[in-house]
């Protein structure tokens, strides 16, 4: 089973990489520099690269994207890409930043770097870089801060979305920065403390550990141990993943729905072309858990192929033409489509 899925991953790699690229960083020099603060612009891309947002304790990269005239109090999105990606690429397909511009939220994407991982990885399954305050999780929320401080964000409308090993990490995020997000959006990702090292991380991608889901949900409980805000969680994942397997989305789902004690069998389904979404909602009718599940989609974040904010202005990997922009209707679940006045 697993040369078979080590096989998959292979196919999806240039022919001179190796596996333990996708997840084994290089070690970190800890005297590093972090250089003055200065701000460029991305070649052909409305992102803005930011530095010196603080001590960036994960060596990441951050951009930006703050609509001109942006008043205070609006809305802040973060977004994480997967392996083989940049933030450039992911939202030339995803549309974050133009759907930005079009509706009034800034945007902040936290990059990896190949110095730290040559696949452009997000480090999900170590220790030491998705505990609270260190590592990577620490640079990318000292990303959201500066932003947020900067521009005077909501603090009570920050999101989160990624992909894959972004999905990954955003899942870290959430767990161990409830209070921080309103919600958070993870696409072909995997559970919080799904593995602690690059070996059990391929074992993981292949079939979630086998737990029940009060022991899912302790791993988030063990980091944050007093949840006053719950975020609500939307999870994407396509059935014919054989990158990520689909057991990690309905393990993800099982996590956060026992964390908030919501029954199992007290979810919505919906049905819509391709699509098969349950939700579990609070007392208050509040979506808390949503599960979308996509019928026949590989590995990757479902796009639709258009002009403005939300729609694929390119073909990019690992961004799926599935006939419907997951980011249009991430963004609506999050109460960010309505138009904004300048």
Same mark, same amino acid.
């Given at each position: 089973?697993?040369?078979?899925?080590?096989?998959?991953?292979?196919?999806?790699?240039?022919?001179?990489?190796?596996?333990?690229?996708?997840?084994?960083?290089?070690?970190?020099?800890?005297?590093?520099?972090?250089?003055?603060?200065?701000?460029?612009?991305?070649?052909?891309?409305?992102?803005?690269?930011?530095?010196?947002?603080?001590?960036?304790?994960?060596?990441?990269?951050?951009?930006?994207?703050?609509?001109?005239?942006?008043?205070?109090?609006?809305?802040?999105?973060?977004?994480?890409?997967?392996?083989?990606?940049?933030?450039?690429?992911?939202?030339? /397909? !995803?549309?974050? =930043?133009?759907? +930005?511009?079009?509706?009034?939220? %800034?945007?902040?994407?936290?990059?990896? @770097? *190949?110095?730290?991982?040559?696949?452009?990885?997000?480090?999900?399954?170590?220790?030491?870089?998705?505990?609270?305050?260190?590592?990577?999780?620490?640079?990318?929320?000292?990303?959201?801060?500066?932003?947020?401080?900067?521009?005077?964000?909501?603090?009570?409308?920050?999101?989160?979305?990624?992909?894959?090993?972004?999905?990954?990490?955003?899942?870290?995020?959430?767990?161990?920065?409830?209070?921080?997000?309103?919600?958070?959006?993870?696409?072909?990702?995997?559970?919080?403390? /799904? !593995?602690?090292? =690059?070996?059990? +991380?391929?074992?993981?991608?292949? %079939?979630?550990?086998?737990?029940?889901? @009060? *022991?899912?949900?302790?791993?988030?409980?063990?980091?944050?141990?007093?949840?006053?805000?719950?975020?609500?969680?939307?999870?994407?994942?396509?059935?014919?993943?054989?990158?990520?397997?689909?057991?990690?989305?309905?393990?993800?789902?099982?996590?956060?729905?026992?964390?908030?004690?919501?029954?199992?069998?007290?979810?919505?389904?919906?049905?819509?072309?391709?699509?098969?979404?349950?939700?579990?909602?609070?007392?208050?009718?509040?979506?808390?858990?949503?599960?979308?599940?996509?019928?026949?989609?590989?590995?990757?974040?479902?796009?639709?192929?258009?002009?403005?904010?939300?729609?694929?202005?390119?073909? *990019?990997?690992?961004?799926?033409?599935?006939?419907?922009?997951?980011?249009?209707?991430?963004?609506?679940?999050?109460?960010?489509?309505?138009?904004?006045?300048?």
């Amino acid at each position: 089973m697993r040369d078979r899925f080590k096989r998959s991953v292979e196919r999806l790699l240039p022919t001179e990489a190796k596996l333990g690229d996708l997840f084994w960083p290089f070690s970190r020099d800890p005297e590093r520099k972090v250089p003055p603060v200065r701000r460029r612009p991305a070649v052909s891309s409305p992102l803005v690269e930011v530095t010196g947002f603080g001590s960036n304790p994960g060596g990441l990269r951050m951009f930006e994207h703050v609509p001109e005239g942006l008043p205070a109090g609006r809305p802040l999105v973060l977004v994480l890409h997967g392996c083989q990606q940049d933030a450039e690429s992911y939202d030339r /397909a !995803a549309g974050w =930043a133009l759907l +930005a511009e079009e509706r009034g939220f %800034a945007v902040v994407y936290a990059q990896q @770097r *190949e110095a730290n991982n040559p696949r452009l990885c997000f480090t999900w399954f170590r220790p030491s870089e998705v505990t609270r305050d260190r590592g990577e999780t620490m640079s990318i929320r000292q990303m959201v801060a500066y932003t947020a401080e900067r521009v005077a964000s909501d603090p009570e409308r920050i999101f989160v979305t990624g992909l894959s090993a972004g999905g990954a990490m955003t899942a870290a995020m959430l767990a161990n920065y409830p209070a921080l997000f309103a919600g958070g959006a993870i696409i072909a990702g995997l559970p919080f403390g /799904a !593995a602690r090292d =690059a070996s059990r +991380a391929f074992d993981a991608m292949a %079939a979630a550990p086998e737990r029940t889901a @009060r *022991e899912w949900s302790d791993l988030v409980r063990a980091v944050s141990p007093r949840i006053a805000r719950k975020p609500a969680i939307s999870i994407w994942h396509g059935t014919a993943d054989e990158t990520v397997s689909l057991s990690n989305g309905l393990a993800l789902a099982e996590q956060w729905r026992d964390l908030y004690r919501l029954p199992k069998e007290a979810f919505v389904e919906k049905r819509l072309k391709r699509r098969r979404t349950r939700i579990w909602p609070d007392k208050e009718g509040r979506a808390l858990v949503t599960f979308h599940e996509i019928d026949g989609m590989g590995h990757g974040t479902p796009v639709l192929t258009g002009e403005g904010g939300g729609y694929a202005a390119s073909a *990019e990997p690992f961004m799926l033409d599935v006939g419907f922009s997951s980011t249009l209707e991430i963004a609506k679940e999050w109460g960010l489509t309505r138009k904004w006045k300048r």
